[in-house]
DNA sequence: CGACCTATTGAATTCTATCAATTCTCGTGG
DNA sequence: CCACGAGAATTGATAGAATTCAATAGGTCG
């Protein structure tokens, strides 16, 4: 019966169609990013916060931080939660780097549903492969407030052109953000929806360890169920049933913005986790072999 | 009953356990390229060849073509169908301009189960995620024969270093590339399994018409239905039921080595296609709202 | 009067249940 | 490697109740 069914031309929508969804309001606390420290400056490091600590890290890895990535920093803005950044056809040869708050950038297909492609914590860069093309490619929404810093094409061309530095440290951006987009692939094309859920969790743990926020026993997430569900290809019915079963198998709790590792071991061991594609560093973008 | 089996601790692998599948032998013909032609140099352009057209194609986006570009290109290697061009954990700071052939990049789970995170055709780059980290992230392997430009990381960044343009042509080919996986997630997380199908063909057939490959009626396409089902997060039998559903309904036809576009403006609207996001001209990485 | 705490209320989110169907698994043959 | 069929199961669709949250109004105490 169900193969009927798929034939070329679908009768109708089959599988998902919550056009509510995609355009839900968000109501998070405004000042959600209050929940961790603002700033966490190393010493003598280039930048403060979080983008610093990854700057850090490149540097740590044989990169060669380059000096007049300050020089981009100048441009502060605020965007208060639900608020677009960034749509879809939009001029691009713009990007953020997110100091505070959580964004997400997504698509929206012809039927309402929505993908979301990657979600942005402190330190990382929205809309970084719109930067170099005239139209935006995807919509970048502020889930929380954002404090964030736009960079400008041209400015960054023209920093490019004496620092050859920063070209090298942009490559490595892009490359790290498509090793993110990899293991996102590999959620969504192979994994159960318990690993699904168990290795996003995991991938945000160790994504906002590395940008200073959260504990081993946990960390402030902002995602909605609903938004869990279109990162990972899920209906937020089925994200429900999923936490459920974390929750009561003793692995990880979600609540109220805050998602508790309670036997991150076990949890990654379900997930087939391995951190190593996140730091850049380690063994490719899935579980060891 | 099912609600109960999704349990966080799986008994077994549910979903998608073929071992065999991913080291299952490729049996392509060696000379699958000799169906077309090899030269497809334009007049007075830096780099003859298909990643010629993607450097001419980015110029007349007001892109300035970097003029360095040539002397990287030096080092010419083949490999043979099936031969794993790169494996994860391998030493990186490599990547192949890949100038006849097809390779793909993919990754293998525990269970065994494999996921085709990109199709490199003619033009395309292979590893360029792999070449600013010392270990490869992915596998890249080899379809059928390929012949390819290996780059090395060093002389990349030597020739940064005196040259702003190749820097920024680098920068675009990581955010075009990231653009193919944003909606390869797109596919997998929310398209149906025709529609993912159908996309995918059509994705393919615009990435050759821009390398000088194929015509409107068809293009060669030496995926066996296992590869498509790893690169789409199916398995090969459903891929192989929806190829019949697109082959009876009249739409697209794959036979030997070759895929016929039997009626592609029925096609793109059944996958909601557009092409812009190849061109990375147009309104972003899905189909027009 | 102002600060602070306590109901109230409406909306957004979470949670649960039931049914449907897309997709997977297994098996067999070409 | 392709093709096809039968049965199983993960996941989606839909609907409704329970819960949490944010904002507001009202009341108490200093």
Redesign the interface.
Known sequence: MG?EQ?????KGP???TPPAEATRNLRLAADFHAAYPPELTGDGVLVPGPFGLKLERYAL??GRPPRSIRSLMAHKRTFEPGVQVMQ??DAGGVAYIIEQGWTFSS????NG???I?DVQVPGDVAG???????????DVTAITKVHAFEIQLDAV?DA??SD?DL??F???L??R???V??V???D????????RV?HFILELATRLRLAGIGTDSGFPCPLTQYLLGDA??LTSVHVN??LR??R??G?AHHQRGWISLLNASELSA?A?FSSA?LR????????A?
Chains 1, 2 share one sequence.
């Open positions: 193969r798929s034939s070329a031309t679908p089959r599988r998902h890895q044989g879809q056809g698509s929206v297909l012809r549903s929505r993908q492609l970084l492969q719109s930067l170099p093309v005239p139209t935006a490619a995807n061309m490019i052109s050859a070209a090298a942009i490559f490595w892009a490359a953000q498509n090793d987009a990899s996102r692939i590999i969504i094309g192979r994994r159960t929806s318990v690993e168990a990972l290809g049933r999923v079963d974390l009561t198998s692995l379900v087939g594609y850049g560093t380690g063994t490719g973008c899935t579980d072999m």
